[in-house]
Nanobody, 114 residues
Framework: QVQLVESGGGLVQAGGSLRLSCAAS????????IGWFRQAPGKQRELVAT???????NYADSVKGRFTISRDNAQNTVHLQMNSLKPEDTAVYYC????????WGQGTQVTVSS
């Protein structure tokens, strides 16, 4: 079992920055892939960025060059630095981990005003 708790969401103006953090607990040594998804109102949940245990990263095309994911295995945390935010980045952001099955955090709201 893995528990995920997000923090760092909020309201920011377009062009601004936010940093999301996710603290993992439980069977953290078994986590292969960890990262972030998001879901905007009326849309399906979509990949934002993930990082594997070997630190290989994967980003959605829409956030490449603006968002950076980082993983700290010693602290069992994963961060998402979001720069040059756009109104279309507005969504609930969910921390995700894969250990035999998918695990999800409760989500944190990110709102970007124009």
């Amino acid at each position: 079992q893995v528990q995920l708790v997000e923090s760092g969401g909020g309201l920011v103006q377009a062009g601004g920055s936010l940093r999301l953090s996710c603290a993992a607990s439980g069977s953290t040594s078994s986590i292969n892939t960890i990262g972030w998804f998001r879901q905007a109102p009326g849309k399906q949940r979509e990949l934002v960025a993930t990082v594997r245990s070997g630190y290989k990263t994967n980003y959605a095309d829409s956030v490449k060059g603006r968002f950076t994911i980082s993983r700290d295995n010693a602290q069992n945390t994963v961060h998402l630095q979001m720069n040059s935010l756009k109104p279309e980045d507005t969504a609930v952001y969910y921390c995700y981990a894969y250990v035999v099955r998918d695990y999800w955090g409760q989500g944190t709201q990110v709102t970007v005003s124009s």
